[in-house]
Every structure is written in structure tokens, then in C-alpha cells.
């Protein structure tokens, strides 16, 4: 599936016991750094970013990748985001998870939040894995009689041995990404976010990788993943929110959503 990243998050808590996502009229406005030099370049801009190109009052282009979105996600829901590169599905999951904020509208959701997203930015490259073990528990409040249980299980999961103690630094990319997914997996959400799907590591490490966050997903209140495969929409989601150009083009059941986007593009959803 994808790069990978959990942040773990608290949204604000309105109700302790179920899970929502609301947004009301939210825009994302992006700058487009040295956009001014010819309309050929705006153009082309336009075509490799796919949302709306623009200027502002200071005549600098602008992209519009949400515009004046309204949606809400309720305890249950399990959301799939559909639509071509540059619909916005990404920048909307990235309100959801906190890493945005929106130019203008409102957000609010309610509920304890893991978004899979930069795989990178989990690790301290010059810390030693325990190191960065033991600050991942801090951060996610683990009381401390329970280390002993999450660091065996991490031990086990990640079969990383020895590497544990050297820094991070020296970690191959596979390794990394054992460690990262181990650490993002510490605790159970009330919302998921998955952006496309994770295809690396070995074929063993893809296996345990996919039971355990199948665990997490199954268990959470509200799931939101984006994707290009049909079939995996169809299989995760009860309902789909389908995007143009940064606009909600249509929101509704899985069915019917997926139906009228593959006839739009003559497709034949994949087994």
C-alpha cells in the first residue's frame, strides 16, 4: 500500500463515543512559485498539477485544490475517495489529518486520528530504533506497564534484532519501513486514513503488514481511503466521494458512485 505514515491526533471531542469528520465550504489554495513568466508555463502548470489555476489580488497564480468542499463522515462510515491525479483526494486527507489547514470553510472532527501518509518523517535518522521506540510510546501517552508488551511485540513484528540498537541512519529503506509500520500500529484509532496502498517490503512483511492493519481498519469508527483500484474501493467502502478538479462531483453509495464514474470512463472494474 503506499508510503506510510500513523499520526496519532486528537481531534476536538465532542462526543467520546463516536467518530465524525465535517467540513463546510473548505478551500485549499496552493501559491505557485514563479508562476508569473509566461501563460505557456501557467498552462502547463495547470495541466501537471490538475486543479484550478488562478491569480490572487498580488497577481500570483494560485491552485484551488479543494474548492468549497461540504461533506460529513459519520461513526460507520468507510469512505472511499475516487477521482483522476489532482482531483484533491491527498489534500483532503491531509485536512482530515491535521497537516493542512484550509484557506477557507470550516473543519472539525471528533475522535483519536492515524493518517498514512510520509513514511519518512516518523524516524529520527540519529537516534537508535529503541530510542525511537520509546519515543514513540511517550508521545502516544503509553502507560509505562505496558512498554515491556509493545516493545516484544515490536521485537517480533519488525524481526529487526540487534538493528534495534544501532541509529536509524544506518537502516536500509526496508528496515525503516518495518520499524515505521510497527510504530504506526502502536494503538487503535477511532479514524483511519489510507492514501493509495503499500507495496513495499517482502512478500512475508507485506502479509503481516496487511492482517494487522486490516485489524485497525475493521475496528475503527470511520475509515477514509483514497485509491485508483475500483475493486478495492468497492471491497472497503460503504460509500464513495468522487472528485473533480477539486470539487465534490458526486457523494453517495459505493455502487452507484463507482457505476457512474466507470461508465464515464468505459472501464470494467478489476477482479
Known sequence: MGHLYFIPLACALLDL??????????????????????????????????????????????????????VQFHDGDRIGLIGDNGAGKSTLIR???????????????????????????????????????????????????????????IEQFTELGDFLSLPIKTYSSGMQLRLSFALMTLHQP??????????????????????????????????????????EIQRLCNKVLWLERGKVHRFGSTESVVAEYLATRRQVPSE
Open 190 to 231: 477511532d479514524i483511519v486514513l489510507l492514501d493509495e496502498v503499500f507495496a513495499a517490503g517482502d512478500a512475508t512483511f507485506r502479509d503481516k503488514a496487511k492482517a494487522r492493519l486490516e485489524k485497525i481498519t475493521n475496528n475503527c469508527g470511520i475509515l477514509v481511503v483514497a485509491h485508483h483500484a475500483m475493486a
Open 17 to 70: 463515543n463516536m467518530a465524525s469528520v465535517f467540513l463546510d465550504q473548505v478551500c485549499v489554495d496552493f501559491p505557485v512559485y514563479y508562476g508569473r513568466q509566461r501563460s505557456l508555463r501557467g498552462t502547463l502548470l495547470h495541466w501537471k498539477i490538475g486543479g484550478v489555476l488562478s491569480r490572487d489580488l498580488d497577481n500570483q497564480f494560485m491552485v484551488r485544490s479543494l474548492d468549497h468542499v461540504t
Open 95 to 153: 485536512i482530515i489529518a491535521g497537516i493542512l489547514e484550509p484557506t477557507s470553510g470550516e473543519f472539525t472532527c471528533q475522535g483519536s486520528l492515524a493518517s498514512i501518509l510520509t513514511l519518512a518523517t516518523i524516524l529520527d535518522g540519529e537516534m537508535t530504533g529503541y530510542e525511537n521506540i520509546n519515543r514513540a510510546l511517550v508521545l502516544l501517552g503509553v502507560a509505562k506497564n505496558r512498554w515491556s508488551h509493545l516493545l516484544n511485540d
